[in-house]
Protein backbone atom coordinates (compact mmCIF):
# COMPACT_ATOMS: atom_id res chain seq x y z
CA UNK A 1 0.00 0.00 0.00
CA UNK A 2 1.20 3.54 -0.96
CA UNK A 3 -0.83 6.23 0.17
CA UNK A 4 -0.03 10.05 -1.27
CA UNK A 5 1.71 11.79 1.23
CA UNK A 6 0.89 15.55 2.48
CA UNK A 7 2.99 18.04 0.26
CA UNK A 8 6.06 19.24 3.00
CA UNK A 9 5.82 22.67 1.99
CA UNK A 10 2.40 24.46 2.19
CA UNK A 11 -0.28 23.15 4.86
CA UNK A 12 -2.61 23.00 1.63
CA UNK A 13 -1.07 22.53 -1.44
CA UNK A 14 -3.47 20.43 -4.97
CA UNK A 15 -2.44 16.90 -3.54
CA UNK A 16 -1.10 13.82 -6.11
CA UNK A 17 -3.65 10.90 -6.48
CA UNK A 18 -3.42 8.35 -3.95
CA UNK A 19 -1.71 5.02 -5.98
CA UNK A 20 -5.19 3.52 -5.47
CA UNK A 21 -6.57 5.78 -7.98
CA UNK A 22 -3.41 5.78 -10.33
CA UNK A 23 -4.72 1.77 -10.21
CA UNK A 24 -7.97 2.12 -10.87
CA UNK A 25 -7.78 2.51 -14.67
CA UNK A 26 -7.78 -0.89 -15.80
CA UNK A 27 -8.20 -2.43 -12.47
CA UNK A 28 -10.89 -4.09 -12.98
CA UNK A 29 -9.14 -6.00 -16.36
CA UNK A 30 -6.08 -6.25 -14.48
CA UNK A 31 -7.61 -7.98 -11.51
CA UNK A 32 -9.85 -10.71 -13.90
CA UNK A 33 -6.43 -11.39 -15.92
CA UNK A 34 -4.64 -11.68 -12.99
CA UNK A 35 -7.32 -14.22 -11.16
CA UNK A 36 -7.56 -16.15 -14.14
CA UNK A 37 -3.20 -16.67 -14.48
CA UNK A 38 -3.49 -17.22 -10.36
CA UNK A 39 -6.06 -20.35 -11.00
CA UNK A 40 -4.02 -21.43 -13.80
CA UNK A 41 -1.64 -21.53 -11.96
CA UNK A 42 -2.67 -23.03 -8.52
CA UNK A 43 -5.28 -25.76 -10.81
CA UNK A 44 -1.02 -27.00 -11.26
CA UNK A 45 0.07 -26.48 -7.74
CA UNK A 46 -2.69 -28.90 -6.70
CA UNK A 47 -1.41 -31.85 -8.14
CA UNK A 48 -0.75 -34.75 -5.80
CA UNK A 49 2.11 -35.78 -7.67
CA UNK A 50 5.44 -35.41 -6.39
CA UNK A 51 6.64 -34.34 -9.92
CA UNK A 52 3.73 -30.67 -9.63
CA UNK A 53 4.57 -30.30 -6.22
CA UNK A 54 8.11 -29.39 -7.55
CA UNK A 55 7.34 -27.33 -10.43
CA UNK A 56 4.56 -25.60 -9.23
CA UNK A 57 4.27 -23.11 -6.13
CA UNK A 58 0.94 -21.52 -4.31
CA UNK A 59 2.08 -18.76 -1.27
CA UNK A 60 0.80 -16.37 0.39
CA UNK A 61 1.85 -13.45 2.78
CA UNK A 62 -0.76 -11.99 5.62
CA UNK A 63 0.22 -8.01 7.19
CA UNK A 64 -1.56 -7.10 10.16
CA UNK A 65 -0.13 -3.84 11.69
CA UNK A 66 -1.20 -1.72 14.36
CA UNK A 67 -0.01 2.42 14.43
CA UNK A 68 0.24 4.48 16.93
CA UNK A 69 1.64 8.66 15.55
CA UNK A 70 1.44 12.19 15.91
CA UNK A 71 -0.66 14.19 13.40
CA UNK A 72 1.21 16.74 12.86
CA UNK A 73 4.38 15.02 10.86
CA UNK A 74 3.88 15.65 7.06
CA UNK A 75 6.37 12.22 6.59
CA UNK A 76 5.20 10.20 9.61
CA UNK A 77 1.20 10.59 10.94
CA UNK A 78 -1.29 7.90 10.06
CA UNK A 79 -4.79 8.45 9.76
CA UNK A 80 -4.38 12.14 11.10
CA UNK A 81 -2.59 10.73 14.47
CA UNK A 82 -5.16 8.93 15.32
CA UNK A 83 -4.49 5.31 16.71
CA UNK A 84 -4.87 2.63 13.26
CA UNK A 85 -4.37 -0.51 11.55
CA UNK A 86 -3.73 -1.77 8.16
CA UNK A 87 -4.00 -5.25 7.02
CA UNK A 88 -2.55 -6.85 3.53
CA UNK A 89 -3.03 -10.41 2.06
CA UNK A 90 -0.70 -11.19 -0.87
CA UNK A 91 -1.35 -14.01 -2.88
CA UNK A 92 1.45 -15.21 -5.67
CA UNK A 93 1.96 -18.36 -7.81
CA UNK A 94 4.65 -19.53 -10.18
CA UNK A 95 5.25 -22.35 -12.30
CA UNK A 96 7.78 -23.62 -14.43
CA UNK A 97 6.34 -24.35 -17.79
CA UNK A 98 9.47 -25.42 -19.85
CA UNK A 99 13.11 -25.94 -18.80
CA UNK A 100 14.17 -22.40 -18.00
CA UNK A 101 10.60 -20.68 -18.41
CA UNK A 102 9.03 -19.81 -15.83
CA UNK A 103 5.44 -17.61 -14.85
CA UNK A 104 4.71 -15.11 -11.68
CA UNK A 105 1.69 -13.90 -10.73
CA UNK A 106 0.83 -11.67 -7.57
CA UNK A 107 -2.16 -10.38 -6.35
CA UNK A 108 -2.90 -7.82 -2.99
CA UNK A 109 -5.91 -7.09 -1.29
CA UNK A 110 -5.45 -4.03 1.46
CA UNK A 111 -7.76 -2.20 3.49
CA UNK A 112 -7.50 -0.10 6.71
CA UNK A 113 -7.23 3.51 8.00
CA UNK A 114 -3.19 3.23 8.66
CA UNK A 115 -1.81 5.28 5.93
CA UNK A 116 -0.34 8.90 5.33
CA UNK A 117 -3.44 10.93 3.45
CA UNK A 118 -6.90 12.12 4.60
CA UNK A 119 -8.59 9.21 2.56
CA UNK A 120 -7.95 5.94 2.68
CA UNK A 121 -9.10 3.21 0.39
CA UNK A 122 -9.26 -0.28 0.19
CA UNK A 123 -8.13 -2.11 -3.36
CA UNK A 124 -7.26 -4.96 -4.94
CA UNK A 125 -4.58 -4.77 -7.46
CA UNK A 126 -2.81 -7.45 -9.41
CA UNK A 127 1.01 -6.29 -8.34
CA UNK A 128 3.04 -8.90 -10.41
CA UNK A 129 2.29 -10.98 -13.66
CA UNK A 130 5.68 -12.19 -15.74
CA UNK A 131 7.21 -14.90 -17.65
CA UNK A 132 11.15 -15.27 -17.34
CA UNK A 133 13.48 -17.04 -19.67
CA UNK A 134 16.81 -18.00 -17.50
CA UNK A 135 20.39 -19.77 -18.86
CA UNK A 136 22.12 -22.16 -17.24
CA UNK A 137 25.36 -22.53 -16.43
CA UNK A 138 28.15 -20.59 -14.69
CA UNK A 139 27.06 -17.57 -16.63
CA UNK A 140 23.39 -16.79 -16.66
CA UNK A 141 21.09 -15.03 -18.69
CA UNK A 142 17.72 -13.94 -17.96
CA UNK A 143 14.65 -12.28 -20.12
CA UNK A 144 11.49 -11.07 -17.70
CA UNK A 145 8.42 -9.47 -19.58
CA UNK A 146 5.34 -8.03 -18.15
CA UNK A 147 4.42 -6.21 -14.80
CA UNK A 148 7.56 -6.55 -12.86
CA UNK A 149 9.38 -4.97 -9.84
CA UNK A 150 11.45 -1.40 -10.45
CA UNK A 151 14.54 -3.00 -11.05
CA UNK A 152 16.81 -0.77 -9.89
CA UNK A 153 17.36 0.10 -6.55
CA UNK A 154 17.98 -1.72 -3.36
CA UNK A 155 15.25 -2.00 -1.53
CA UNK A 156 12.54 -3.12 -4.39
CA UNK A 157 14.24 -6.44 -3.61
CA UNK A 158 13.39 -6.63 -0.24
CA UNK A 159 9.67 -4.60 0.32
CA UNK A 160 7.66 -7.53 1.62
CA UNK A 161 7.43 -7.59 5.18
CA UNK A 162 8.78 -11.61 5.27
CA UNK A 163 12.35 -9.71 4.14
CA UNK A 164 11.72 -5.93 5.21
CA UNK A 165 13.29 -6.32 8.77
CA UNK A 166 11.42 -2.69 9.64
CA UNK A 167 7.49 -2.04 9.13
CA UNK A 168 8.37 1.57 7.46
CA UNK A 169 9.80 2.16 4.13
CA UNK A 170 12.92 4.42 3.09
CA UNK A 171 11.63 7.95 2.76
CA UNK A 172 13.18 8.04 -0.71
CA UNK A 173 11.09 6.26 -3.43
CA UNK A 174 8.32 4.33 -4.08
CA UNK A 175 8.04 0.96 -4.64
CA UNK A 176 5.94 0.12 -8.30
CA UNK A 177 5.16 -2.01 -10.42
CA UNK A 178 5.61 -0.86 -13.65
CA UNK A 179 5.32 -3.17 -17.23
CA UNK A 180 8.23 -3.58 -19.10
CA UNK A 181 10.40 -5.92 -20.55
CA UNK A 182 14.04 -6.73 -18.19
CA UNK A 183 17.18 -8.47 -19.47
CA UNK A 184 20.08 -9.48 -17.37
CA UNK A 185 23.62 -11.39 -16.88
CA UNK A 186 24.71 -12.62 -13.65
CA UNK A 187 28.68 -13.62 -13.69
CA UNK A 188 30.65 -15.14 -11.28
CA UNK A 189 31.84 -11.65 -9.61
CA UNK A 190 29.35 -9.43 -11.45
CA UNK A 191 25.79 -8.87 -12.78
CA UNK A 192 24.01 -6.34 -15.48
CA UNK A 193 20.33 -4.99 -15.86
CA UNK A 194 18.99 -3.45 -19.01
CA UNK A 195 15.54 -2.47 -18.65
CA UNK A 196 12.57 -0.56 -20.17
CA UNK A 197 9.47 0.48 -18.23
CA UNK A 198 6.81 2.79 -18.47
CA UNK A 199 6.84 4.30 -15.07
CA UNK A 200 9.56 6.56 -13.54
CA UNK A 201 11.90 6.24 -10.61
CA UNK A 202 9.82 8.84 -8.56
CA UNK A 203 8.29 9.62 -5.03
CA UNK A 204 4.63 9.86 -5.75
CA UNK A 205 4.25 12.09 -2.37
CA UNK A 206 6.31 14.78 -4.26
CA UNK A 207 5.17 14.75 -7.92
CA UNK A 208 2.26 14.74 -9.97
CA UNK A 209 0.87 11.03 -10.77
CA UNK A 210 3.08 10.24 -13.95
CA UNK A 211 1.55 9.20 -17.02
CA UNK A 212 3.19 5.69 -18.54
CA UNK A 213 5.72 6.13 -20.93
CA UNK A 214 8.83 3.63 -21.34
CA UNK A 215 11.94 4.63 -20.04
CA UNK A 216 15.47 3.31 -20.04
CA UNK A 217 16.73 1.82 -16.76
CA UNK A 218 20.59 0.62 -16.50
CA UNK A 219 22.23 -1.02 -13.59
CA UNK A 220 25.52 -3.06 -12.89
CA UNK A 221 26.56 -4.46 -9.78
CA UNK A 222 30.32 -6.23 -8.38
CA UNK A 223 30.90 -8.89 -6.21
CA UNK A 224 34.53 -8.64 -5.14
CA UNK A 225 33.54 -11.61 -1.99
CA UNK A 226 31.14 -13.48 -0.51
CA UNK A 227 29.18 -11.02 1.36
CA UNK A 228 29.80 -7.66 -0.49
CA UNK A 229 28.50 -6.23 -3.41
CA UNK A 230 28.54 -2.47 -4.97
CA UNK A 231 25.83 -1.30 -7.68
CA UNK A 232 25.26 1.65 -9.68
CA UNK A 233 22.15 2.43 -11.60
CA UNK A 234 20.83 5.01 -13.60
CA UNK A 235 17.76 5.91 -15.43
CA UNK A 236 15.79 8.71 -17.76
CA UNK A 237 12.48 9.71 -19.03
CA UNK A 238 9.24 11.95 -18.34
CA UNK A 239 7.83 11.95 -15.42
CA UNK A 240 4.89 14.22 -15.34
CA UNK A 241 1.27 13.28 -16.60
CA UNK A 242 -1.76 13.84 -19.08
CA UNK A 243 -3.32 15.92 -15.96
CA UNK A 244 -0.07 18.16 -16.13
CA UNK A 245 -1.05 20.01 -19.39
CA UNK A 246 -3.84 21.77 -17.66
CA UNK A 247 -1.14 23.92 -16.10
CA UNK A 248 1.17 24.17 -18.11
CA UNK A 249 1.12 27.27 -20.86
CA UNK A 250 -0.32 27.10 -24.27
CA UNK A 251 2.34 25.31 -25.96
CA UNK A 252 4.51 22.98 -23.71
CA UNK A 253 3.20 19.21 -22.60
CA UNK A 254 4.27 16.66 -19.65
CA UNK A 255 6.37 14.87 -22.56
CA UNK A 256 8.72 18.10 -22.78
CA UNK A 257 10.24 17.60 -18.79
CA UNK A 258 12.16 15.02 -18.05
CA UNK A 259 14.24 13.43 -15.31
CA UNK A 260 16.99 11.55 -14.73
CA UNK A 261 18.37 9.97 -11.59
CA UNK A 262 21.67 7.34 -10.76
CA UNK A 263 22.80 6.48 -7.81
CA UNK A 264 24.54 3.69 -5.87
CA UNK A 265 24.04 0.64 -3.67
CA UNK A 266 26.22 -1.52 -0.88
CA UNK A 267 25.38 -5.15 0.47
CA UNK A 268 27.30 -6.32 2.70
CA UNK A 269 26.85 -9.26 5.44
CA UNK A 270 29.40 -11.62 8.00
CA UNK A 271 28.21 -13.75 10.51
CA UNK A 272 25.28 -12.43 12.17
CA UNK A 273 25.35 -8.95 10.73
CA UNK A 274 24.09 -7.02 7.41
CA UNK A 275 23.54 -4.20 6.18
CA UNK A 276 22.33 -2.42 3.25
CA UNK A 277 22.69 0.72 1.76
CA UNK A 278 21.79 3.45 -1.42
CA UNK A 279 22.63 7.05 -2.47
CA UNK A 280 20.31 8.26 -5.53
CA UNK A 281 20.95 11.64 -7.48
CA UNK A 282 18.23 13.32 -9.43
CA UNK A 283 17.88 15.98 -11.33
CA UNK A 284 14.45 17.08 -12.66
CA UNK A 285 12.87 19.84 -15.75
CA UNK A 286 10.47 21.73 -13.89
CA UNK A 287 7.84 23.71 -15.97
CA UNK A 288 9.04 27.61 -15.89
CA UNK A 289 12.05 27.02 -14.27
CA UNK A 290 15.89 27.54 -16.42
CA UNK A 291 17.89 25.79 -13.80
CA UNK A 292 16.62 21.84 -13.23
CA UNK A 293 15.38 20.64 -9.80
CA UNK A 294 17.69 18.72 -7.93
CA UNK A 295 17.27 16.22 -5.56
CA UNK A 296 19.86 13.85 -3.36
CA UNK A 297 18.45 10.75 -0.94
CA UNK A 298 20.28 8.19 0.75
CA UNK A 299 19.37 5.93 3.69
CA UNK A 300 21.67 3.25 5.58
CA UNK A 301 20.20 0.06 7.43
CA UNK A 302 22.04 -2.28 9.95
CA UNK A 303 20.64 -5.38 10.75
CA UNK A 304 22.25 -7.74 13.54
CA UNK A 305 20.66 -11.27 14.43
CA UNK A 306 20.88 -12.21 18.23
CA UNK A 307 19.46 -15.67 18.30
CA UNK A 308 17.67 -17.61 15.43
CA UNK A 309 14.44 -16.28 16.26
CA UNK A 310 15.49 -12.44 17.57
CA UNK A 311 17.10 -9.44 15.87
CA UNK A 312 17.70 -5.77 15.88
CA UNK A 313 17.56 -3.77 12.87
CA UNK A 314 17.76 -0.01 12.06
CA UNK A 315 17.25 2.49 8.80
CA UNK A 316 18.78 6.38 9.13
CA UNK A 317 18.17 8.00 6.01
CA UNK A 318 18.22 11.99 4.89
CA UNK A 319 15.85 13.42 1.84
CA UNK A 320 16.95 16.50 0.19
CA UNK A 321 13.89 15.77 -2.86
CA UNK A 322 12.20 18.65 -5.05
CA UNK A 323 8.95 18.75 -4.67
CA UNK A 324 7.18 19.79 -8.18
CA UNK A 325 3.58 20.76 -8.39
CA UNK A 326 1.27 23.21 -10.07
CA UNK A 327 0.49 26.44 -7.12
CA UNK A 328 -1.94 28.02 -9.56
CA UNK A 329 -2.83 28.68 -13.21
CA UNK A 330 0.35 27.57 -15.00
CA UNK A 331 2.80 28.70 -11.93
CA UNK A 332 4.90 25.81 -9.92
CA UNK A 333 7.15 25.20 -7.74
CA UNK A 334 10.14 23.20 -7.20
CA UNK A 335 11.08 23.70 -4.05
CA UNK A 336 13.23 21.17 -1.80
CA UNK A 337 12.47 19.68 1.51
CA UNK A 338 15.42 18.62 3.36
CA UNK A 339 14.48 15.81 6.29
CA UNK A 340 15.99 12.99 7.79
CA UNK A 341 14.38 10.00 9.89
CA UNK A 342 15.49 7.16 11.29
CA UNK A 343 13.49 3.91 12.26
CA UNK A 344 14.79 1.58 14.73
CA UNK A 345 13.11 -1.78 15.85
CA UNK A 346 13.38 -5.58 16.56
CA UNK A 347 12.13 -8.78 15.40
CA UNK A 348 10.83 -11.98 16.57
CA UNK A 349 10.46 -15.61 14.65
CA UNK A 350 7.78 -16.34 16.73
CA UNK A 351 6.74 -19.95 14.64
CA UNK A 352 8.34 -20.88 11.19
CA UNK A 353 6.76 -18.03 8.74
CA UNK A 354 5.44 -15.86 11.27
CA UNK A 355 7.51 -12.66 12.61
CA UNK A 356 6.26 -10.04 15.01
CA UNK A 357 7.58 -6.82 14.56
CA UNK A 358 7.83 -3.33 16.81
CA UNK A 359 9.95 -0.10 15.86
CA UNK A 360 9.63 3.58 16.25
CA UNK A 361 10.61 6.08 13.86
CA UNK A 362 11.46 9.81 14.43
CA UNK A 363 11.74 12.61 11.66
CA UNK A 364 13.52 16.25 12.16
CA UNK A 365 13.00 18.45 9.27
CA UNK A 366 15.14 21.94 7.59
CA UNK A 367 12.85 24.89 7.06
CA UNK A 368 13.49 28.69 7.57
CA UNK A 369 13.36 30.06 10.45
CA UNK A 370 9.34 31.36 11.68
CA UNK A 371 8.22 28.61 9.24
CA UNK A 372 9.27 25.68 12.02
CA UNK A 373 5.04 24.86 12.93
CA UNK A 374 4.87 24.19 9.41
CA UNK A 375 6.67 20.84 9.47
CA UNK A 376 7.26 19.79 12.91
CA UNK A 377 9.26 16.78 14.37
CA UNK A 378 7.19 13.74 14.64
CA UNK A 379 7.19 10.10 15.71
CA UNK A 380 5.43 7.01 14.80
CA UNK A 381 4.92 3.67 17.35
CA UNK A 382 4.24 0.09 15.08
CA UNK A 383 3.90 -3.29 15.45
CA UNK A 384 2.99 -5.65 13.08
CA UNK A 385 2.75 -9.49 12.06
CA UNK A 386 3.31 -10.97 9.37
CA UNK A 387 2.68 -14.67 8.34
CA UNK A 388 3.98 -16.05 5.05
CA UNK A 389 2.54 -19.47 4.03
CA UNK A 390 2.12 -22.03 1.37
CA UNK A 391 -1.36 -22.89 0.42
CA UNK A 392 -0.55 -26.31 -0.32
CA UNK A 393 0.20 -27.07 3.46
CA UNK A 394 -3.22 -25.75 4.18
CA UNK A 395 -5.35 -27.42 2.39
CA UNK A 396 -4.32 -30.95 1.47
CA UNK A 397 -5.59 -33.33 -1.34
CA UNK A 398 -7.28 -36.35 0.21
CA UNK A 399 -6.04 -39.89 -0.45
Avoid at 56 to 70: R, V
Avoid at 211 to 218: E, G, T, V
Wanted: glycine residues 10%.
Amino acid sequence: MRCARRSPISPRPPEPAPPAARRSRGAAAAARAGAALLLALAAGAAAPDAVAQERWLLQGLLDAQYWNTDGGSRLLARNEGDRSGYGNLRLWAAGDFAPGLQGFAMASAYSGDACTSDVCDSDIDLEQAWLRYTTTGTSRFMVEAGRILTPIGDFPKRYLSSTNPLIDVPSDYSVDYPEGIKLGGFFPHADVTVAAVNLPLYADWYAPQPAKSYRPMLGAGWTPMVGLRFAAFATQGTYLGEQADASLPTGESWQDFDQSAYGMEVQFSRGHFELHGQLTLSAYEAPGFAERARGKTYWVEPRYTFTPRLYAALRVGQNDYPYIMPIYGTTWIASNSRVADVEAGVGVNVLPGLIVKASYRRDKWWVPTGLESLLPAGHAFAVAASWKFDLRDLVQTPH
